[in-house]
């Protein structure tokens, strides 16, 4: 009787455990927008300020402030859909770059979602159909390019979500954040497949390689799918890093991980395609990773 009473014991831990881990959840979007509460001031100085504060933003401290100037603009014009997506973006560098522990990862990777959600709400008619109840990915269709940068980010977060704040079970019990964002990569597909330098080229060089192959993972369409994204933006740092970093160290070619972090090493962080902080980033893993593969 106490063995069965054991096994009962165990197998109902490992229900709620799996219950506990497939809950995954992200705050919608829409429900922290106020669209009645929209601004009327000039933000345009606001913004300059920002961008000032961007082009040197290469620490910790920096990114925090950055984030601050967005803010000031939002605080201004509530609606604002460029400082929107760039709230989320910045949340989700913090994540990426200098968040150490897995909690403080989960919050900005969830506000990175939240302010791209914010941002795709300012389209008037998606804003009103996931009010209605609809999911971001049934509303999808009815996004435009004007809202592209918030979808890319929004996929884009979600995946640092699922890769450094997950572990394997919580994985397993949320393949659906997976398969959600495919559908927004074929929407930004059917938009401008070059977004971003070739970010959807970049995400699914990724994908390729985190699946299993009986599932479809393939580090060969992964390949073909980083040279795309290098060919697309050839500029761009993060399609040779992350090629490095995610297929060459995996596969073992250390030639050619080497050739492609000693090409990021030898861009200019202000000159090269994505921003000045998240070159700063690339530029400072590269060379973290050519130090340890010695």
């Known amino acids: 009787m106490r063995t069965i009473l054991s096994s009962y014991k165990f197998i109902t831990g490992i229900v709620v455990l799996m219950m506990l881990v497939s809950c995954t959840t992200f705050k ?39 984030i601050e100037a967005y803010r000031k603009v939002e605080k201004a014009d509530p609606v604002n859909y460029f400082a929107f997506w760039k709230i989320g973006n ?46 971001v990915t049934e509303a999808l269709t009815l996004l435009t390019e004007n809202e592209i940068d918030a979808m890319g980010y929004w996929y884009t977060a979600r995946f640092y979500y699922f890769s450094e704040v997950l572990g394997g079970l919580g994985r397993l019990m949320n393949t659906r954040i997976v398969i959600q964002n495919n559908k927004m990569i074929e929407r930004i597909d059917e938009l401008d497949s070059t977004w971003a330098g070739g970010g959807n080229y970049f995400a699914r060089g990724l994908y390729y390689i985190a699946i299993p192959e009986r599932f479809g993972g393939s580090k060969e369409r992964s390949a073909n799918e980083f040279a795309t994204a290098i060919e697309i933006g050839p500029a761009y740092l993060v399609n040779r890093w992350g090629r490095a970093k995610y297929l060459y160290k995996l596969i073992g070619d250390d030639e050619k991980f080497k050739a492609d972090l000693e090409w990021v090493l030898a861009q200019d962080p202000h000159e090269a395609g994505n921003p000045y902080p998240w070159n700063v980033y690339f530029l400072e893993d590269a060379r973290r990773m050519l130090a340890e593969n010695k």
Do not use: Q, W
Not at 97 to 116: D, N, Q
């Open 28 to 66: 919608p979007g829409y429900k922290a927008l106020l669209m009645d509460e929209a601004g009327d001031k000039d933000v345009s100085m606001l913004i300059e300020k920002a961008r000032e504060v961007e082009a040197r933003a290469g620490t910790r401290s920096d990114v925090v402030d950055l």
């Open 90 to 135: 910045y949340h989700m560098l913090l994540g990426a770059a200098y968040a150490e522990k897995r909690k403080e990862k989960k919050y900005h990777y969830k506000m990175a979602v939240l302010y791209c959600e914010k941002a795709m709400c300012t389209n008037p008619a998606f804003r009103e159909a996931t009010r209605k109840g609809d999911k």
